[in-house]
């Protein structure tokens, strides 16, 4: 593959993890943090921007587990353990910085930083990563994009929510009701850059 036909894969690659599947919006998936935080546009940004970290640095090294130990000891079959081994350890580096640099967030985030452990979102991520066959470039360019993504999905809800704080919504849409059908709405609007890819790269 030449160097420009790589750069048009990987910007397509990046563009479908952003925008036309975001994990959030289109996949459904991380949808526990998105909810549970996006109440605050600050911790949104620092959820997010501790998503694309766990995110990249864990398809980095699933990438490799899975290509050099687990393919030739053949026990691919337990490629989700250990996935999210790398995952729960990359999580507790994140947490035990935040605790030691950024307490303030640390303590904004509470439950909702260790749940990145668990987090469907990143394990989707290093598996399809897997199961597209992508080699490190594609993997690591996919990791960023849905980090992005995901992060652009929360900070979106995040900013909505707080608007919504200041209008006068019925009592009983107020909370999470009216955060579901925001969610809905921004769903069916990520729906429209379906295609886009194939709009821009026919030919």
Known sequence: MSGGALLIKLFAIFLAAVLIQNFVFIRFLGL???????????????????VIFVMTLASFFTFYIYHYVLVP????????????????????????????????????????????????AILGVTILNINSNYNLAETLTNAIGSGLG?????????????????????KAFRGLPIAFITAALMSIAFMGFSGIDRALFAG
């Open 150 to 170: 995901f992060t652009l999905a929360i900070t979106l809800m995040a900013a909505t929510r707080e608007r919504l704080e200041l209008e006068g919504i019925p």
């Open 32 to 50: 526990c943090p998105y909810m549970g935080v996006s109440s605050s546009l600050t911790n949104s940004i620092g959820m997010g921007l501790a």
């Open 73 to 120: 000891l053949k026990i691919t079959y337990l490629r989700t353990i250990f996935f999210i081994l790398v995952i729960a350890g990359l999580v507790q580096f994140v947490e035990m910085f935040l605790q030691r640099y950024m307490p303030n967030l640390y303590d904004a985030l509470g439950i909702y930083l260790p749940l990145i452990t668990t987090n469907c």
